[in-house]
């Protein structure tokens, strides 16, 4: 499957050239793929579990892709399969992926009188999900600010 995942220079690039927003901070986190794994460190403290609620998150993303294009025979023996290919690989240490936080902001401009127009601030959250697809979320908050 094909997987494509922008660098924070490549975001950055879109949404300046999109020229609607402006940037008010882009940061780059790691994240463990399995979120009920909260242990510190690289060592995963059970790789079976951790690995089937990894396998979980892929399959919600990508099982209508697979469906399309395979039926929806395969499924259950395909995550299977890949739930044991994880718990091998999780032996090596922790998967984590990679999400790219964006906070925007409409340029706001004055209306007269000392009054500004209302500005809309977007929290953007791109999560770039390996072996899967990227989703933005934005949150829209509106402040209307006065002199």
């Known amino acids: 499957m094909p997987y494509y995942a922008p660098s924070v220079d490549e975001v950055t690039q879109l949404i300046k050239k999109n020229d609607l927003f402006d940037i008010e901070g882009i940061r780059l986190f790691e994240s463990n793929w399995d979120a009920h794994d909260d242990s510190d460190g690289d060592t995963v403290p059970d790789c079976s579990s951790s690995a089937e609620n990894i396998a979980k998150i892929?399959?919600?993303?990508?099982?209508?892709?697979?469906?399309?294009?395979?039926?929806?025979?395969?499924?259950?023996?395909?995550?299977v399969a890949y739930t044991c290919f994880l718990a091998k690989d999780l032996e090596k240490g922790k998967a984590m992926c990679p999400v790219i936080v964006v906070?925007?902001?409409?340029?706001?401009?004055?209306?007269?009188?000392?009054?500004?127009?209302?500005?809309?601030?977007?929290?953007?959250?791109?999560?770039?999900?390996?072996r899967g697809n990227i989703k933005m979320f934005v949150l829209r908050l509106y402040s209307y600010v006065s002199k």
Not at 66 to 75: K, M
Not at 103 to 130: A, D, N, T, W, Y
């Open 58 to 79: 892929i399959r919600a993303g990508i099982e209508p892709l697979i469906i399309n294009h395979f039926g929806e025979n395969i499924l259950d023996e395909l995550f």
């Open 103 to 130: 906070m925007l902001k409409s340029p706001s401009s004055e209306i007269g009188h000392g009054v500004r127009q209302p500005r809309e601030v977007c929290i953007g959250l791109l999560l770039i999900f390996p």
